[in-house]
């Protein structure tokens, strides 16, 4: 199950970006005015833009971090943490979308734009990175995190 929702997140962010890099080159199209648009913008920095232009630093450390979460969700799916690990797995799918932007292009498509609090732009990869992380807090929090760990289940 794990697996298809990493084919299903890569291959959905990907399609996604295609689109944008096909169809929004010559500007932005909204979806609701003053509220939700799709820009292009090439993103060679970190995460929604933050963190200056870090790319060649990004790259590595993405790998790190998926190698992390593959050991991760490994070891949440033998001791039986199906949402934590659908959850480590919606992180893994968006890390390796971005990755594949960085190596293709050497920077992340990004198209989604919310105009409330001018919020950065974003994409797929993004969205599915932050629910998977924000889930695994919750459920970290909420339940025996050692259970995790613990071998002998």
């Not at 974003?122 to 599915?128: P, Q, R, S, T």
């Amino acid at each position: 199950m794990e697996y298809l929702i990493i084919a299903l997140g890569i291959i959905i962010d990907q399609i996604s970006k295609w689109f944008a890099v096909k169809f929004l080159s010559e500007g932005s199209f909204n979806i609701i005015k003053d509220f939700f648009s799709l820009t292009l913008v090439k993103n060679y920095n970190g995460a929604f833009g933050l963190f200056g232009s870090v790319n060649s630093f990004l790259l590595p450390i993405s790998i790190i971090i998926s190698v992390a979460c593959f050991w991760f969700m490994k070891k949440a799916k033998k001791n039986s943490y199906h949402l934590l690990t659908i959850s480590v797995a919606c992180i893994i799918s968006g890390a390796i979308g971005n990755i594949i932007d960085r190596i293709a292009y050497g920077f992340v498509v990004d198209f989604i734009r919310i105009h409330l609090f001018d919020f950065p732009v974003f994409n797929v990869a993004d969205i599915l990175v932050v629910v998977g992380a924000f889930s695994a807090v919750l459920l970290l929090c909420f339940s025996k995190a050692g259970d995790i760990f613990d071998n002998h289940k």
